[in-house]
């Protein structure tokens, strides 16, 4: 599904974000540069805090850049975008909405209709067919982020966006939603970037997994993902696997590793074990 175009669909170029805040500046990505393919998953991996939120904000537009650019289809993105739905780590549903009400929500602000037979083919594609009346607390955390997914999708984008969209999830249910994440994928033509901490979810999901460095963020190393589709989750106990998800880990403790070394100090087990 990659590569069809010769122009990315997604360009960061020289993407830079200063955040201004009381103990002075901050420099939390620096210089980032990444071109994604039209109908490519990409998934980003880095240390925690290295500015994997703020390239993905940035990318859709809610955050503007001290320096650089983003491009859409080779337009500037430079606020909200239709093009481009979110998903983040909570799915954000209002409590006091039924499913239906809290899709609908961003389309009543905005005092335009959803496509109700979208919509409809959409929740049964997630397996929310028959809970468009149910309120969040009836809904499991898997069911809360399928319905978010719905919600970002419910606009046709063509371009999503995860923020760490599954890290409050028992790991079955993770799996469960790698797995749907694909086959929405594998029936519509989109473009995904998809921030992670699990090596794992980068390598299931991704055509190309990008490595950032500690902040400031930069993008330190892309590893393509050979592995044809749909995957299986045999794949992941392949050596190949093994072998990317240690070299990957490497990059990102080794890293980290270095520069705590280079503050005097040593890394113990512990810290080299720690999660990213
Ligand atoms: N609105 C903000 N104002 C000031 N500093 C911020 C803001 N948002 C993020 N930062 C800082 O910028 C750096 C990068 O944060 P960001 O959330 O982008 O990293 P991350 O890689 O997504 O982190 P994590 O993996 O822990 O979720 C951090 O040092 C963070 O404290």
């Known amino acids: ?68 650019r983003v491009l859409l289809d080779g337009i500037p993105v430079n606020g909200p975008n239709p093009q481009i739905g979110m998903v983040f780590q909570e799915a954000n549903l209002l409590p006091w909405r039924n499913l239906a009400a809290n899709i609908n ?73 790698n797995r749907l994440v694909e086959e929405i994928w594998l029936d519509m033509p989109m473009t995904i970037v998809l921030i992670t901490h699990s090596i794992e979810e980068a390598i299931f999901l991704g055509d190309r997994v990008v490595v950032m460095s500690a902040r400031p963020g930069r993008v330190a190393n892309i590893h393509e993902v050979p592995f044809p589709r749909p995957r299986s989750l045999e794949i992941m106990s392949t050596k190949e696997v093994f072998d990317l998800t240690n070299t990957i880990k490497r990059e990102i403790v080794g890293e980290r590793k270095s520069r705590y070394l280079q503050g005097g100090g040593t890394v113990s087990p512990a810290a080299s074990n720690a999660s990213l």
């Not at 103990?23 to 071109?35: P, T």
């Not at 979208?118 to 009836?138: C, I, K, Q, S, T």
């Not at 898997?142 to 923020?163: E, F, I, T």
């Open 1 to 68: 599904m990659s590569g069809r175009s010769s122009q990315p669909k997604l360009c960061v170029d020289g993407a830079t974000k200063v955040y201004n805040t009381r103990s002075g500046d901050l420099l939390a990505i620096d210089r980032c540069s990444l071109d994604i393919r039209s109908g490519e998953i990409v998934t980003i991996v880095g240390p925690s805090g290295c500015g994997k939120t703020t390239l993905l904000w940035s990318m859709s537009g809610l955050h503007s850049l001290s320096s650089g």
């Open 105 to 177: 929500f961003p389309f009543e602000i905005k005092g335009t209709r959803s496509d109700r037979i979208w919509v409809d083919e959409l929740l049964n594609r997630v397996g929310l067919e028959g809970f468009a009346n149910r309120y969040p607390r009836e809904l499991s955390g898997g069911m809360q982020q399928r319905a978010a997914l719905v919600r970002a999708l419910s606009y046709k984008p063509s371009v999503l966006l995860m923020d760490e969209p599954f890290g409050a999830l028992d790991a079955f249910t993770r799996e469960e939603m």
